[in-house]
């Protein structure tokens, strides 16, 4: 069974970018059956679509985040990962990274990290 | 971009009742592109539903989903202690994905 794992700094000064990687386990990243991508949480809040991509590296955005966010692919590390710029407070959320499957529906997640805006 | 609104914010209710959570989209939602998810404090959410009607694996059947066009329904036939949690529909359309902002399901 697959697991995928997030990594990255969980404190980031504000203006500069958020990086975060997902690590996928226990099968290949290099499929067409899956949608690997994002989502976050701001503390006692609700669920965000940060952004979507297939693993030939097309991607799909949040519009309110598309300005800032760079999303890639690493098939030879089976790792995807993410990059959002400028940041400021209002992005300190808890981020997840998600695999999607049947009807686009999320099957998989990460535990997910927090990641703190100063 | 699709938003969707779930109703009510929080559920009281006590173990052994009904549970109904509605999901309305803005717009019409293929009914092959609806999710639910249930999600406990400091855990990632777990996927109930796909597809607006279909159990994920491992999901008891006191859990069903129904509905299509704007509005969708999740039912917890009978709640179990382990179910008071929060609950999350999701949506796809046009490359662009959207959750609601969830409805908690508390014990009354």
């Known amino acids: 069974q697959m697991q995928l794992q997030e990594s990255g700094p969980g404190l980031v000064k504000a203006s500069e970018p958020l990086s975060l990687t997902c690590t996928v386990s226990?099968?290949?990243?290099?499929?067409?059956?899956?949608?690997w991508g994002w989502i976050r949480q701001p503390p006692g809040k609700g669920l965000e679509w940060i952004g979507s991509?297939?693993?030939?590296?097309?991607?799909f955005y949040n519009p309110s985040l598309k300005s800032r966010l760079t999303m890639s692919v690493d098939t030879s590390k089976n790792e995807f990962s993410l990059k959002l710029n400028s940041v400021t407070a209002a992005d300190t959320a808890v981020y997840f990274c998600?695999?999607?499957?049947?009807?686009?529906?999320?099957?998989?997640w990460g535990q997910g990290t927090l990641v703190s805006v100063s | 971009e699709v938003v969707l609104t779930q109703s009510p914010g929080t559920l009281s209710l006590s173990p052994g009742e009904r549970a109904t959570l509605s999901c309305r989209a803005s717009?019409?939602?293929?009914?092959?592109?609806l999710a639910w998810y249930q999600q406990k404090p400091g855990q990632a959410p777990r996927l109930l539903i796909y597809?607006?009607?279909t159990r994920a694996t491992g999901i008891p059947d006191r859990f069903s989903g129904s509905g299509s066009g704007t509005d969708f329904t999740l039912t917890i036939a009978r709640l179990e202690p382990e179910d008071f949690a929060v609950y999350y529909c999701?949506?796809?359309?046009?490359?662009?994905?959207?959750f609601g902002q969830g409805t908690k399901v508390e014990i009354k």
């Open positions: 998600a695999r999607y499957s049947i009807g686009y529906s999320i099957d998989e």
């Open positions: 226990g099968g290949s990243i290099s499929t067409f059956t899956y949608y």
């Open positions: 991509m297939d693993y030939s590296g097309t991607t």
């Open positions: 717009q019409s939602v293929s009914s092959s592109f």
């Open positions: 597809s607006a009607s």
């Open positions: 999701q949506q796809y359309g046009r490359s662009l994905w959207s």
